[in-house]
């Protein structure tokens, strides 16, 4: 639980009179007020560092975007094909450093989806005519898929005393279409 300014004060001047932060709790909570001594303490820690037993947390976090920006967000992903992690990157399109999943929820409230490439090699006409000419093949082979015999090979390297073993396990199964 965040503590109040009014309780940070009474903690600092309480603090400041050499009072245990046990005796500064009880004390607290004599007002109806109920912290730990861990929060009395870090209240107390952060007064001698900032000075002041005010907090201000006014302009923390992200910045919020307007309507005029999330439509400035949305015209540049229908205009452009670019990743959500490259406009993040980017100062320039992104001066408030909106998160990727924020760009998200902007580009889906307005009908747009981000997707991920497929990086798939090109097949050439060659190769396209050599695959279809062997799915041809194979698609003919009724008796002989009932003989085929796959076969797997698992390595183990074993050492002991200093020597290393390989022994090979073969796992052999038939592949039954019925």
Known sequence: MEVENSSRLAICVLK?????????????????????????????????QRGTHLTNRANTGRKKIDETMEE???EHFREHQTSLRSFQRDKELNPTDL????????????????????????????????????????????????????????????????????EVEKITFPFNIE
């Open 16 to 48: 400041n009179q050499q009072i245990h932060s046990q005796q500064v709790v009880e004390e607290l909570e004599k007002h109806g007020l109920h912290y730990s001594i861990r929060g009395v303490d870090n209240a107390y820690q952060q007064y001698k």
């Open 72 to 74: 400035e967000i949305v």
């Open 99 to 166: 998160s990727i999943m924020s760009i998200s929820r902007i580009l889906h409230r307005n009908g747009l989806q981000s997707y991920k490439l497929s990086t798939v090699l090109p097949l050439s006409e060659e190769h396209r005519q050599e695959r279809l000419k062997f799915a041809r093949k194979v698609a003919r082979w009724n008796a002989k898929w009932k003989e085929m015999v796959f076969q797997d090979e698992t390595h183990f390297e074993i050492e002991t005393c200093g020597q290393t073993h390989t």
